[in-house]
Structures are given as structure tokens and as C-alpha cells.
């Protein structure tokens, strides 16, 4: 089964896949993951996004397809997979129809998140992410229980870069207006849109929330 999360940055897509893969045994694959990756460990792709990302702009589309296409071969035998920041635009949509067709496979759902514009904005602004496992908190809708200090793993919270720049991110919705949301109606036409919700729902009843999500896949 193959998922697609759809929704602005901040919506709390990247909570939803979490959950949705710990509950099904799924595997996330996050961009966002990838990338940080590929740049801590100073790879020659990661420092080539790098350059785009700490400009709040986005990473271009071949670095970001052949990184998702290898992804996608290693993880060819897991049961699940939800991709979360990807695709990102007609284009990138278009050429993972072609990589999964190619191998005799689809894409099954997809889930797309709406959320007020405000919101986002302060919602981004109170991110802050594990600096080990990557879980993410939110200062005022989902705190740690120890302020600074990750629940899963001890790990220490921090503010990534991108999520600290209020005009970064209000460029990175603009992008996103123009570029992922006609993502929304190429994947209604295929019938396979099942969720629209404003994830002020997920954040307080998480966990029945995706259980939701699973009684409309099944
Ligand atoms: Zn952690």
C-alpha cells in the first residue's frame, strides 16, 4: 500500500504519517528526513539542497525524485509506505506514476490536510523537532513533558532552521499554493482523495483521528 500525505507545511502531515505508520507497521518516508540526512552528513546532494533550503526555496526536482525513486527500491518489500513531503508538484506527481507503473504498482490513497492560513504561521513558529529521532512537538499544542527534552528518546528539542523565519515560511506556503495544491484535484480525478480535515482535530485526538483514516481505507 502506497499513501500520499498531502497539506501545507505545518498542518501536522508529518504527525498524521507517524502515527499512521506506528499503528499499520508502515514506513514514513519523509523528505524533509532525507534531506537533513543526506545534509548532516554533508553528502555532495545534500549540500547541493542545502543551498535551496536554507533560502526557504525548494530542492529541484531531479535531486528530489532520485532520491525518493532509491528510497522506494530499498523499502520495495515493506507492506507500507507513506510519503510525506512528496510529491510536491504536477511534475514530480506525474514522473512517480511512472516509477511506480514501471514495477506494477499505484498509488492507493491519499490524505490531505487543510488548516487556516494564520494558524500554520504559529503553529511553524512553536515547531520544534528531536534532534536524535526526528519526533516533532509544538510548544503550545503538543509539548514536550520536559520542556527542551525529546519524550521518546532524551534527545534535545530544537527549532530548525526553516521553521524560525516567519517571511521563509510565508514564502514556502506561497510555493505551495501554486505549486502542490493542484496536487489535490490531479489525485481526485483518480477517485483516491479521502480525507480534508483541520488537523486542530489531530493534534488533541491523534491517535482516533488515523484510526478514522484506516476505518475509510479498508
Ligand atoms: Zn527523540
New binding site residues.
Given amino acids: 500500500m502506497i499513501i500520499i500525505m498531502l497539506g501545507a507545511q505545518g498542518t501536522g502531515k508529518g504527525t498524521v504519517a507517524g502515527i499512521l505508520s506506528k499503528q499499520n507497521n508502515w514506513i514514513q518516508v519523509s523528505t524533509g528526513d532525507i534531506f537533513r540526512e543526506n545534509i548532516s552528513n554533508g553528502t555532495e546532494l545534500g549540500i547541493e539542497a542545502n543551498k535551496y533550503i536554507s533560502k526557504g526555496a525548494l530542492v529541484p526536482d531531479e535531486i528530489t525524485i532520485s532520491m525518493v525513486e532509491k528510497r522506494l527500491e530499498e523499502l520495495k518489500n515493506e507492506k507500507g509506505i507513506i510519503l510525506d513531503g512528496f510529491p510536491r508538484n504536477l511534475e514530480q506527481a506525474k514522473k512517480l506514476d511512472e516509477i511506480l507503473a514501471n514495477k506494477g504498482e499505484k498509488i492507493d490513497w491519499v490524505i490531505n490536510l487543510e488548516t487556516p492560513r494564520e494558524e500554520i504561521i504559529e503553529r511553524m513558529l512553536n515547531r520544534r523537532v ?6 516533532t512537538y509544538n510548544l503550545k499544542l503538543h509539548p514536550s513533558k520536559v520542556p527542551g527534552i ?6 534535545e528539542l530544537v527549532t530548525r532552521a526553516d521553521d524560525s523565519d516567519a517571511d521563509a515560511i510565508k514564502n514556502r506556503l506561497e510555493i505551495y499554493d501554486t505549486q502542490t495544491k493542484p496536487l489535490v484535484d490531479f489525485y481526485k480525478e483518480k477517485g483516491i482523495v479521502i480525507v480534508e480535515e483541520i488537523s486542530e482535530r489531530i493534534n488533541r485526538f491523534a491517535d482516533d483521528a488515523c484510526k478514522d483514516f484506516m476505518q475509510k481505507i479498508k
Avoid at 528531536?130 to 519526533?135: D, P, R
Wanted: proline share 0%; with cysteine.
Fill in positions: 528531536c534532534s536524535k529521532c526526528k519526533a525529546c519524550d521518546e528518546c532524551g534527545g
